[in-house]
Each structure stands twice: as structure tokens, then as C-alpha cells.
């Protein structure tokens, strides 16, 4: 069994919002006592909507979101740090270990420095090079890696489309040579053609670099080909872990079911019934007691609002958070 890069132990993330003058506030737990191993190279995939905590917890893996409960431990061969309690210099090392590389690529490139600039500026901020030369150097091979033409690195963003931009920002979170990777919805902003470019790219960096990846996606069918495993969360909690194709052939929570049987299929004989959601995710200021999904699930019982499922094995590396999985299955 590969070592983990990171491993999170029952890790909360909670943040107080509408605090008045008198301190009276609504609190968002936005992770609630998550567990998961992030395996050293690989390629591992976390989906669920919109509100699931997905974002907060990829950050919470940067230090980059409070770490309110529980333990995220990040361990490679040279360090090993416990971000709750890392302090400043671990953290400025840390910093160049582990990288976000973010979402929409319009918004995350400045306008007005070159391509250049853009790359090279983490080195210079960590003060990792020694001379121009060497920065530039530096540049140039992962601009290189990222398959930029180096005729682009004069070039200001403006000049580039969507595809080669996202190249830029990857670019970008290479040149510290990090281990560890957060994808944000790295690709949800691009064509379906370009977003096929870019997750082979991610993949042969993977490779080539020894790197591992946390791919956060609202997306299943994007991790499908691209994830050797899949976390799935649900208003802050986990709901699913499995490798790809266990997911893919066996899933055993119903949201998880839901979610693949809302993937638009190519088929055009295929007349499964579709799964679907109804209503909203509920607040995660006020969660549902229990079992949370259980305010949209077809299969609730009673048990189900009044105690909250805890992991079982399934199969090697398959775990769910149900109730009913086995009647179910
Ligand atoms: Fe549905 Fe109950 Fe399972 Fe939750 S525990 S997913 S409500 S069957």
C-alpha cells in the first residue's frame, strides 16, 4: 500500500458568519469529521454539488482554510508537518510543496505582466533562484513541461485563449516543483475539447513529475477518466470512497447513484430510468440530523434521521456512509 501524502483525520472546518455587534451569529460547518489518505502519486478525485465542502476541504489541505477539528498531516520523503499546529517557516516551506492551481483561468493571470512574469513570480517571492538567468531557466523548462511555446513567454495574457491560459496557471504552480496538487475545477470553465487537453496534460505531469493530485470536480464523468480514486462528499461529509471503476461499476450510496445516473449517457438505445434529485442541498448552517442526506434520499427510513451512518468496508479501498447499503444492494 502506497504511503499517504496527506492524510486527514476527522477534520472540521467551521466558520462564523453574520456576527453582530453582541457576538450573536449563525456558525457554517462547511467539513464535518472527514477521514481520507491521499496516496503518494496519485491521481485523486473529490466530487459532490455545489455546498458539498469539496473547495473547503482541498484548502483546508493548502492551510488555506481553518482547520477547526481533527488532524491533516502532509508527509513526504524529506518533511512531515501537521498543518494544524505548522508554523511559519514550515509553512513558507510548505508553501512550495503543495500548490492550487485554480479554476477559471481568465480571472487568475494578471493583465498586465507577461507570461514570463507570471511564471517566474513564486520563485522570486520564495526566493528560490539565485539570479535571472537561473529564473529564467527555471521558466523555461516548465513552460516547456506545460507544451507553452516559448515565443509565448514575451506575450501578455490577453493574447492567449482559455486552453493556453489554464496552461500558464499550471505553469505557474509548477515552477516551485511542488509534490502535492489541489485542482479546483481546473477544467469547468473550458470547451469539452480543450478540457480533454488539459486533463491529459495534468496526467502526463503526474507521471513524468512523481506528483499527486487532489482533482475537485462537480463532475463525475470528467474524473472518470482521469482519477485512480474518487471521494465523494455531501454537505460536508463523506459519503463514498472507492477507485475509479469500483465507483463507476458499484456504487452503493444513493447520492453517489444519483450523481452517475445523471451523466448524460452517448447510447442512444440506453432508456435506463434516471435517478433523480430532488429539492436543494439543505444549509449547512442547519444541517439535517442523522443521516444528511436524508431529507432527498428515495430509500430514507426512519433510522436514518435520528443516527448518522458511520464508513464500512465494502471491498478493498470501497468504503460507504449508509445505513442501507447492503438491503439496498
Ligand atoms: Fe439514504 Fe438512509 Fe442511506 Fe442516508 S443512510 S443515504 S437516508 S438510506
Not at 513552460?143 to 490577453?158: Q, V
Not at 472507492?242 to 432508456?271: C, E, M, V, W
Request: hydrophobic content about 40%.
Amino acid at each position: 500500500m502506497t504511503e499517504p501524502l496527506i492524510s486527514i483525520q476527522n477534520l472540521s472546518v467551521r466558520f462564523g458568519i453574520g456576527k453582530s455587534l453582541f457576538g450573536v451569529g449563525a456558525e457554517v460547518i462547511a467539513v464535518d469529521n472527514v477521514s481520507l489518505d491521499i496516496p503518494q502519486g496519485h491521481f485523486f478525485g473529490l466530487v459532490g454539488e455545489s455546498g458539498s465542502g469539496k473547495t473547503t476541504l482541498g484548502r483546508a489541505t493548502l492551510k488555506a482554510a481553518p482547520i477547526s477539528g481533527g488532524e491533516v498531516h502532509y508527509s513526504d520523503s524529506e518533511v512531515t508537518y501537521d498543518l494544524r499546529n505548522i508554523d511559519k517557516t514550515a509553512l513558507k516551506d510548505y508553501r512550495r510543496r503543495a500548490q492550487l492551481i485554480f479554476q477559471d483561468p481568465y480571472a487568475a493571470l494578471s493583465p498586465r505582466m507577461t507570461v514570463r512574469d507570471i511564471i517566474a513570480e513564486p520563485l522570486e517571492v520564495m526566493r528560490l533562484t539565485h539570479s535571472r538567468a537561473e529564473t529564467d531557466e527555471r521558466v523555461r523548462d516548465i513552460a516547456a513541461k506545460c507544451r507553452l511555446n516559448l515565443e509565448h513567454l514575451r506575450r501578455f495574457p490577453h493574447a492567449f485563449s482559455g486552453g493556453q491560459r489554464q496552461r500558464i496557471s499550471i505553469a505557474r504552480a509548477l515552477v516551485c516543483s511542488p509534490r502535492f496538487l489541489v485542482a479546483d475545477e481546473s477544467v469547468a470553465a473550458l470547451d469539452v475539447s480543450i478540457q480533454a487537453d488539459i486533463l491529459n496534460l495534468l496526467k502526463s505531469l503526474q507521471n513524468d513529475l512523481g506528483l499527486t493530485f487532489l482533482f475537485i470536480s462537480h463532475d463525475l464523468s470528467v474524473v472518470a477518466h482521469t482519477c485512480d480514486t474518487v471521494a465523494v462528499m455531501y454537505l460536508g461529509t463523506l459519503v463514498e470512497v472507492a477507485p475509479t471503476r469500483n465507483l463507476f461499476s458499484g456504487a452503493k450510496h444513493p447520492y453517489t447513484q444519483a450523481l452517475l445516473s445523471a451523466i448524460p449517457s452517448l447510447d442512444p438505445d440506453d432508456d435506463k430510468p434516471r435517478q433523480r434529485l430532488e429539492g436543494e442541498i439543505p444549509s449547512p448552517t442547519h444541517p439535517p440530523s442523522g443521516c444528511r442526506f436524508h431529507t432527498r434520499c428515495p430509500h430514507a427510513v426512519e433510522l436514518c434521521s435520528q443516527q448518522t451512518p458511520v464508513a464500512e468496508a465494502v471491498d478493498d479501498g470501497h468504503v460507504v456512509a449508509c445505513h442501507r447499503w447492503q438491503a439496498l444492494s
